[in-house]
């Protein structure tokens, strides 16, 4: 299986082994800039983008979706402040200067994950830097065409984008083929896995 994956805030490889390990796995804000993610980009089998990946792929890749087989949006949305109010990303950003570890950990509990992941303190201006990208960004508007090569992935028990985020972005790509999900904001590995085994 070869892919390329781009993950969302604060994600860490041992999130998705398998995936990490199947092809080009890229972490926003850590590995990129979400300006720079389309230089990155050079077409293939399978691209996977997962929340803030999600997100940015839409927003500044869009163009470049004719040049994968498929492409796979988990948890997109047009703006994270529809979810999350900003009064909470401020509270976030004010927790990573004091305890980052706490922070995140909390955040990937919410992301319904089965155990604790550490945070790597050299990139707490990183995830700084994705959260204050959170609350500004916003998508108005999908480039296209686009072709039947589009997934839109959602969690029914998703905390972190909300229903309501996740239809917002089916309005403007009804052409997109949906699957849900009965899991939290983090998809199983194996259930994205079978996803791309079945296309």
Known sequence: MSLTFIGGW???????????????FLIPFVGFSPEELPDYLTGGKIIVGWSTGAHILLKECSHLFSMYDQVILIAPFLSFIDSFPERILRRMIAGLHKNPTTVVNSFHNNCGEESDLSLVRENVNALIEGLEYLICSRI????????????????????????????????????????KSESGHKIPESEIINLIKGL
């Open 10 to 24: 604060a994600t860490a490889k041992e999130q998705y082994p398998a995936l990490a390990e199947s092809g080009d």
């Open 140 to 179: 108005d508007f999908a480039e296209g065409p686009f072709s039947a090569n589009l997934i839109l992935v959602h969690g029914n028990n998703d905390k972190i984008v909300k229903e309501s985020a996740f239809d917002s972005v089916v309005k403007i790509l009804p052409q997109a083929k949906i699957y």
